[in-house]
């Protein structure tokens, strides 16, 4: 049931006024707090996520981001009424990147509603063995946008987006754990929340959205001010140090 209630949730912690009733189109990737899959906690692993399954390489420790994705939008989903989602597993694939090894896994979803479907959606899993001695400088983002909007975080909108999606990982609300352990410079800004927040641009200037695919190229810390940017179809997050932190077209 795409509950509006949660949908309401969802625009309240991202400091909206909650509006959405029954029967109302859902925001671009609200989705995403619905279709939850909760595991026990003896299923997961060290990281606060379900452990790897078997259809992923043994890396020996990989740690897994969301790397990409593509949404077609073929009618809108709309609050208060059951959808279905199916999910298939498209393929795994093993490289060696500029910074190690990664598995790189694409899963489509497929969500209808009123056996109709109003979406497909693709995403790119990446499973990397971390190795700082090989790690690559960000991309720089481009200046040349037309239109700029400032969004700032902290680990209260990270932890109620974690908990709205039901997402575990610990990257995200235990500190201590993604400095300690994964080695980042704080709370990690979900991918999903930066390609929600681009498409919710993309939407106003376009007035409705189509197809949406998005690319993360660089981690985004809660701690760090950030640059939505839109110039003719394209989106982007500019990170304070001008570095670009998501890419992302839309039509």
């Not at 809108?76 to 990664?102: C, F, N, Q």
């Not at 575990?168 to 980042?184: K, L, Q, V």
């Not at 949406?212 to 500019?238: I, N, P």
Request: proline share 6%; glycine share 8%; net charge neutral.
């Amino acid at each position: 049931m795409m509950d509006a209630a949660r949908a309401q949730a969802l625009q309240a912690a991202l400091g909206q006024t909650p509006s959405i009733a029954m029967g109302d189109a859902l925001p671009p990737f609200a989705h995403h707090i619905y279709f939850w899959d909760p595991q026990t906690p003896d299923v997961l692993g060290q990281d606060g996520h379900p452990a790897t399954g078997q259809f992923i390489p043994d890396m020996g420790g990989a740690r897994r981001m969301w790397a990409a994705g593509k949404l077609v939008f073929h009618r809108p989903l709309l609050a208060g009424i059951r959808a279905e989602k199916t999910s298939t597993i498209e393929g795994v694939t093993r490289k060696d990147g500029r910074s190690g090894p990664l598995a790189f896994v694409r899963v489509r979803h497929d969500i209808r509603q009123r056996q109709t479907l109003a979406l497909t959606e693709w995403q790119e899993l990446v499973y990397r063995v971390p190795n700082p001695a090989n790690t690559a400088p960000p991309p720089i983002a481009s200046t040349d946008e037309i239109l700029a909007e400032q969004v700032t975080f902290d680990s209260t909108l990270l932890f109620r987006y974690s908990a709205l999606t039901f997402n575990g990982h610990r990257i995200h609300y235990d500190e201590t754990y993604a400095r300690d352990i994964e080695g980042y410079d704080g709370l990690v800004v979900h991918g999903p929340l930066l390609a929600h927040l681009l498409m919710g641009l993309a939407q106003r200037q376009l007035g409705g959205l189509q197809t949406f695919s998005y690319r993360a190229t660089s981690t985004l810390m809660h701690h760090e001010a950030a640059t939505l940017c839109w110039k003719d179809g394209r989106a982007w997050v500019r990170g304070p140090d001008g570095r670009q932190c998501m890419a992302a077209e839309a039509t």
